[in-house]
T-cell receptor
Framework: GDSVTQMEGPVTLSEEAFLTINCTYT??????LFWYVQYPGEGLQLLLK?????DKGSNKGFEATYRKETTSFHLEKGSVQVSDSAVYFCALSLLDSGYSTLTFGKGTMLLVSP | NAGVTQTPKFRVLKTGQSMTLLCAQD?????MYWYRQDPGMGLRLIHYSVGEGTTAKGEVPDGYNVSRLKKQNFLLGLESAAPSQTSVYFC???????????????FGPGTRLTVL
């Protein structure tokens, strides 16, 4: 079946450090790929998405590129802030009969210290 | 525009009790979903609905029932709660098919349920 694998956390960084969170996927079709972020005590928010190979999703300084050849969608940010501390979920979506369901990775906690 | 709302925010049940979680969305979305989030497990789909009056099972449907009597509401029921159902429950919705963002889901703030 479809699945998403992302690096285990927590990832602990100092402010202004470079961030990479790895994500790879297995899918039978041609999925859309997402990163969602969950701040403490809140629901998930869409951070960025990409719908086809070589697309780059970006938002709030975060970027991820859809790499079909390596089935990956790694999240990067050049300079993290304390306010980026959250849990990050990689997910894929396959349209099936006109609607989609999301398959999530297990999440990676990011802790940024001043 | 409130987006996706969930009630209640917190609940404690005893084993065997029943309850209903309510999800409401004001974005006129066709599709709605219920997930549970457990430590180290990510989010797992319980049930979903592709329109008013229709529901379908997700990855972990056992012990739950759902109803979608109105387009804007999606109810999740636990008929006889068990400690294994202690979790955080999230509702989500997404736009209709044949729209550019139909694969993007919008989440509510969650309901934290404890079953003793």
């Amino acid at each position: 079946g479809d699945s998403v694998t992302q690096m285990e956390g927590p990832v602990t960084l100092s402010e202004e450090a470079f961030l990479t969170i790895n994500c790879t996927y297995t899918a039978t079709g041609y999925p859309s790929l997402f990163w969602y972020v969950q701040y403490p005590g809140e629901g998930l928010q869409l951070l960025l998405k990409a719908t086809k190979a070589d697309d780059k999703g970006s938002n709030k300084g975060f970027e991820a590129t859809y790499r079909k050849e390596t089935t990956s969608f790694h999240l990067e940010k050049g300079s993290v802030q304390v306010s980026d501390s959250a849990v990050y979920f990689c997910a894929l979506s396959l349209l099936d009969s006109g609607y989609s369901t999301l398959t999530f990775g297990k999440g990676t906690m990011l802790l940024v210290s001043p | 525009n409130a987006g996706v709302t969930q009630t209640p925010k917190f609940r404690v049940l005893k084993t065997g009790q029943s309850m209903t979680l309510l999800c409401a969305q004001d974005m006129n979305h066709e599709y709605m979903y219920w997930y549970r989030q457990d430590p180290g497990m990510g989010l797992r789909l319980i049930h979903y609905s592709v329109g008013e009056g229709t529901t379908a099972k997700g990855e972990v449907p056992d012990g739950y029932n759902v109803s979608r009597l109105k387009k804007q509401n999606f109810l999740l029921g636990l008929e006889s709660a068990a400690p294994s159902q202690t979790s955080v429950y999230f509702c989500a919705s997404s736009p209709p098919a044949r729209t550019a963002s139909t694969d993007t889901q919008y989440f509510g703030p969650g309901t934290r349920l404890t079953v003793l």
